[in-house]
């Protein structure tokens, strides 16, 4: 009967371990669960502040803390610096406008940035002048002559130039060039085909297409506004007001190398 009773309370001591063994390892679960929870509530509502209240950034430490995609922001410098640099350029042109004449020439001009907006340009423009076929026409058809059409035989000034606007574009999907767009304005002396020179208000604008950081295409677009003293056909003189509007095509050259992008 002894040994029935001792068989009995070690079959009762080994269930009791067990059952305590059991209940042990299923608070250590609930205890790893709970932390678990907690952290993933911490984490999310960490995510949440960030994306609803955005840290300012001071230091360069401060970018590790800013969330991806939310606080980013990317500020580029121009591809083609300018600031202290000078810009040389050359170009071959066309007048648009004038219905009697046509002017083929070579313009070339130098410029210095002050800033990267901001330049002060010297122009020079060289013109080789021929009739149209309507204005010989009209002399040889009719008698009518030309001498009181006044004509654009050379340029020479000095302007502001303005550059408010660059970006990038895209060249057949296959390359990305950046551009400047610029705006200039000044005076200057216009030599006319009656050999004279006329004071002149110059304004213009012109695009540059960067190929390196010292090198650009551009075209560029002139317009020149003076008044000039032209013979009567009866005697003495009367002031015709011109308007000589160029368009041009050549490079640009910057000097010296860039220190910095």
């Known amino acids: 009967m002894f040994n029935h009773l001792r068989t009995a309370f070690i079959a009762l001591l080994i269930s009791s371990t067990a059952f305590a063994q059991e209940a042990a390892d299923s608070d250590v679960e609930e205890l790893y669960d709970k932390v678990d929870t907690q ?23 401060d970018l590790a803390n800013l969330a991806p995609f939310s606080d980013v922001a990317v500020i580029q410098r121009r591809f083609l610096p300018k600031t202290g640099r000078f810009e040389f350029s050359t170009n071959a042109f066309t007048n648009l406008n004038n219905p009697f004449f046509n002017n083929l020439g070579l313009g070339l001009g130098i410029a210095y940035y002050l800033r990267e907006r901001y330049a002060i ?8 002048t021929g009739s149209r076929q309507v204005t010989d026409d009209l002399e040889s058809d009719r008698g009518i002559t030309t001498d009181n059409i006044v004509g654009s035989k050379g340029f020479a000034g000095l302007a502001l130039k303005w550059n408010p606007v660059y970006g990038k574009m895209t060249w057949l999907n296959k390359t990305i060039v950046p551009f400047d767009l610029n705006f200039s304005g000044g005076f200057g002396l216009t030599r006319t085909t009656l050999d004279e020179d006329e004071p002149t208000l110059h304004l213009g604008t012109s695009q540059v297409f960067a190929l390196s950081k010292g090198m650009a295409f551009r075209w560029n677009l002139i317009w020149n506004m003076f008044s000039a003293q032209v013979p009567k056909d009866g005697g003495g003189t009367e002031t015709l007001n011109q308007n000589d509007l160029f368009l041009g095509i050549g490079m640009s050259f910057y000097f010296p190398e860039a220190g910095y992008r």
């Open 39 to 61: 952290q993933e509530a911490t984490q999310k509502r960490a995510v949440e502040r960030t994306k609803a209240e955005p840290k300012e950034v001071q230091t360069l430490s």
């Open 121 to 128: 340009e010297g122009l020079v423009n060289i013109a080789s």
